[in-house]
């Protein structure tokens, strides 16, 4: 499940591979967003798992993903599987030409852990193909301290800085 409280949004994840052409598939329903399941998952160590779906569809209608635009560095992004329950804290949120993509950062296996949400964005050019841009979200692990210890005493000397 992808939560994004600020937006009331909530949709399921599924897990998606390639599509004939070699992109990420996309689940069809632009209710649902996909996992691209070659990558990290949602949680890992390390690398950028990337989850995208449709932003609407003329079966379906508009989608969740629509709201996506509204969102703010800072927002909060709750990811939630059979193995995890993550927060992600937004640190971007960007429109790029689809043809500008950087793909090799954005499925980015190494580094910092991220989660990247990717719908469609900008234009609807229908002789063009339909929408001209993507809209990109990236987030990192929130790390959330555990509650104090109150087991142990406060130190009279002073605080720790950590």
Same mark, same amino acid.
């Given at each position: 499940?992808?939560?994004?409280? +600020?937006?009331?949004?909530?949709?399921?994840? %599924?897990? /998606?591979? @390639?599509? *004939?052409?070699? =992109?990420?598939? $996309?689940?069809?329903?632009?209710?649902?967003?996909?996992?691209?399941?070659?990558?990290?998952?949602?949680?890992?160590?390390?690398?950028?798992?990337?989850?995208g779906g449709h932003i609407d569809s003329r079966q379906y209608g508009i989608g969740p993903l629509a709201a996506l635009h509204r969102l703010h560095k800072?927002?909060?992004?709750?990811?939630?599987?059979? +193995?995890?329950?993550?927060?992600?804290?937004? %640190?971007? /949120?960007? @429109?790029? *030409?689809?043809? =500008?993509?950087? $793909?090799?950062?954005?499925?980015?296996?190494?580094?910092?852990?991220?989660?990247?949400?990717?719908?469609?964005?900008?234009?609807?050019?229908?002789?063009?193909?339909?929408?001209?841009?993507?809209?990109?979200?990236?987030?990192?692990?929130?790390?959330?301290?555990?509650?104090?210890?109150?087991?142990?005493?406060?130190?009279?000397?002073?605080?720790?800085?950590?």
């Amino acid at each position: 499940m992808l939560a994004i409280p +600020r937006l009331s949004l909530e949709m399921p994840i %599924v897990p /998606v591979t @390639v599509d *004939r052409d070699g =992109a990420m598939a $996309l689940p069809d329903k632009p209710t649902e967003i996909g996992w691209y399941a070659y990558g990290p998952r949602p949680g890992a160590r390390g690398g950028s798992a990337v989850l995208g779906g449709h932003i609407d569809s003329r079966q379906y209608g508009i989608g969740p993903l629509a709201a996506l635009h509204r969102l703010h560095k800072g927002d909060v992004v709750v990811v939630q599987t059979t +193995r995890i329950r993550q927060a992600f804290r937004v %640190v971007s /949120v960007r @429109v790029i *030409r689809k043809q =500008a993509l950087p $793909l090799r950062t954005l499925f980015d296996r190494d580094g910092d852990q991220r989660l990247r949400i990717i719908t469609c964005g900008g234009r609807y050019i229908r002789s063009q193909g339909g929408y001209q841009e993507n809209l990109v979200v990236t987030a990192v692990s929130e790390r959330i301290a555990p509650p104090p210890d109150r087991s142990m005493s406060r130190s009279p000397v002073g605080k720790v800085q950590g």
